[in-house]
C-alpha cells in the first residue's frame, strides 16, 4: 500500500515539473526599428525589413541605458531589442531594451 502510495505522489510530482518546463518557454529576441508604440503594442521592423507587433502589459520591463524608461519614451526609429514569449500565437513583450541614439 505504501509503494503504490508513493508511486502515485512520485507521478504526479512528476507531471507537475513536466507541466513548469512547458510553460517556461525559452524567451526570443526581435531586433529592430520602432514603426509604432502605444501603450499596448510595439512594431518592430527588421533590417530585413519585416515587420512584427509585440503586445506590452505591465509585466513587460521598459529600459534605455540599463535605465527605466516610460513606454511614452519610446518614440519611431528608436532601435530596440524586444525579448518575447509566444502564447496562443500572440508575442508579448518580456523586455524592451532601447539602444542610444547615436549623436
Not at 24 to 50: C, F, H, L, N
Not at 84 to 101: D, G, H, L, M, N
Amino acid at each position: 500500500m505504501k509503494r503504490i502510495l508513493m508511486c502515485l505522489v512520485m507521478a504526479a510530482f512528476a507531471l507537475g515539473l513536466s507541466g513548469q518546463v512547458f510553460a517556461q518557454e525559452k524567451a526570443k529576441k526581435y531586433t529592430g526599428q520602432v514603426v509604432s508604440v502605444d501603450a499596448s503594442q510595439i512594431t518592430v521592423k527588421s533590417k530585413s525589413k519585416r515587420s512584427e507587433t509585440f503586445s506590452i502589459d505591465e509585466k513587460t520591463v521598459l529600459k534605455r541605458s540599463k535605465k527605466p524608461v516610460q513606454v511614452s519614451e519610446i518614440t519611431a526609429d528608436d532601435k530596440v531589442t524586444v525579448k518575447y514569449r509566444v502564447e496562443a500565437e500572440k508575442k508579448t513583450a518580456i523586455s524592451i531594451t532601447v539602444f542610444k541614439k547615436k549623436a
